[in-house]
């Protein structure tokens, strides 16, 4: 069975929102962009809800050239949405019916992980229903106070999750990524 695995930037206070407007830390280094680019050849599809895509889909496109958007553009691209009905972006794929059932259908097929970014509904959706299975979280080394019920991860409600961290990876940068594998429910098989 394929893994998901989240990629999210979030700061020391928890919002995930806007991270392009986000104070700069002179950016990942070498160390962090491998570790990224490891996750996307580690990967066979790109999964999204609507708001990553217009964004992604703006950016991406012209980083054409460089080995990860390379690799970003060349990956399916699935993405949950009920009003995107004319995507633009090449390899896209929209799932406009239950993503529940969908996603859990994606995960079935053999292949690579999917790798989902950003850490708003669809990402919450795929934690309450069991089909999330890592979380990586790029801790940025600053508090920006301005966090929304929206736009904050770490006081947003929602599932009860527990995690195990697997990994850590300090960058130079300040900004550090913890990996997390989702722990199955007490009395999961």
């Known amino acids: 069975m394929r893994k998901i695995v989240n990629s999210t930037y979030v700061t020391l206070d928890g919002v995930i929102q806007n991270p392009q407007n986000w104070p700069s830390t ?7 962009n491998d570790i990224q680019l490891r996750l996307l050849e ?7 809800g609507r708001h990553t895509y217009d964004s992604f889909a703006a950016v991406w496109p012209g980083l054409a050239g460089m080995p990860m958007g390379d690799r970003m553009n060349a990956l399916p691209k699935y993405v949950v949405s009920t009003t995107l009905t004319d995507p633009t972006w090449n390899n896209t794929t929209v799932i406009d ?43 940025h080394p600053f508090m920006l106070g301005t966090g929304t019920g929206s736009s904050d991860l770490l006081f947003r409600s929602g599932a009860t999750a527990m995690f195990d961290l697997v990994d850590t990876a ?14 199955p429910a007490e009395g999961a098989v």
């Open 26 to 32: 002179g950016g990942f280094g070498e160390k962090g």
């Open 97 to 139: 019916r239950d993503p529940v059932d969908a996603i859990a259908e994606l995960k079935q097929k053999p292949g690579g992980h999917i790798v989902q970014y950003g850490f708003g509904q669809l990402a919450h959706e795929l934690m309450a229903n069991g089909l999330l299975d890592e979380l990586r979280l790029w801790v």
């Open 170 to 183: 300090p960058l130079d940068s300040g900004i550090v990524l913890l990996t997390y594998r989702t722990r």
């Open 42 to 48: 580690n990967s066979d599809a790109v999964l999204m």
